[in-house]
């Protein structure tokens, strides 16, 4: 079946320090992935999206290479700021078949970044 | 702003009870999913409608039931409530356009939530 595995958190950084958050991910076929941010109260956010190998997503410094090769989709971000702590999630989205509707999230990784 | 709106954001009730938890998608969009969010289950998806139709069913219990009406709000329904139904239940809607290859890139655009509490 498809799934996603994130790196166990709660990860814990300093302000400017370089983050990743490993994805990987088990799919029929390629599917799109997603990153997805939950901030304190709110709802989930896209973050950035990829929808075939090597692409890259990007936003707000965050960026995520689409691997098919390693089957991962990892968030980096060279200096993160307080604002950064959050809840992250990957996802992915399959091509088709029975799940080709949802998403199918990770359990998510919770950051926290220290001034 | 997602531009999706759930109502209400708390929901504070007893076993037994059943609630109704209603969303509004964004302009223009025509899917609408329910996700349930708890500490332990992590996120998993409930049910997807598309136009008024149901279209996918993932693990929502025989107690939860969902609708999608003319004018694309959505509502779910649980009822004889458990302890265990306790959780975030998030609205997504979507701008997919029917069952073509561009519809699987659409992001998912979610509301704030309603934290639902059984006691």
């Known amino acids: 079946g498809n799934s996603v595995t994130q790196m166990e958190g709660p990860v814990t950084l300093s302000e400017e320090a370089f983050l990743t958050i490993n994805c990987t991910y088990t799919a029929t076929g390629y599917p799109s992935l997603f990153w997805y941010v939950q901030y304190p109260g709110e709802g989930l956010q896209l973050l950035l999206k990829?929808?075939?190998?090597?692409d890259k997503g990007s936003n707000k410094g965050f960026e995520a290479t689409y691997r098919k090769e390693t089957t991962s989709f990892h968030l980096e971000k060279g200096s993160v700021q307080v604002s950064d702590s959050a809840v992250y999630f990957c996802a992915l989205r399959p091509l088709k078949g029975q799940g080709a509707q949802k998403l199918v999230f990770g359990q998510g990784t919770r950051l926290t970044i220290n001034p | 702003d997602s531009g999706v709106t759930q109502t209400p954001k708390h929901l504070i009730t007893a076993t037994g009870q059943r609630v109704t938890l209603r969303c509004s998608p964004r302009s223009g969009d025509l899917s609408v999913y329910w996700y349930q969010q708890s500490l332990d289950q992590g996120l998993q998806f409930l049910i997807q409608y598309y136009n008024g139709e149901e279209r996918a069913k993932g693990n929502i219990l025989e107690r939860f039931s969902a609708q999608q009406f003319p004018d694309l709000h959505s509502e779910l329904n649980l009822s004889s409530l458990e302890l265990g139904d306790s959780a975030l239940y998030f609205c997504a809607s979507s701008a997919e356009a029917g069952r073509g290859l561009s519809s699987y890139n659409s992001p998912l655009h979610f509301g704030n939530g309603t934290r639902l509490t059984v006691t």
């Open positions: 990829a929808t075939k190998a090597d």
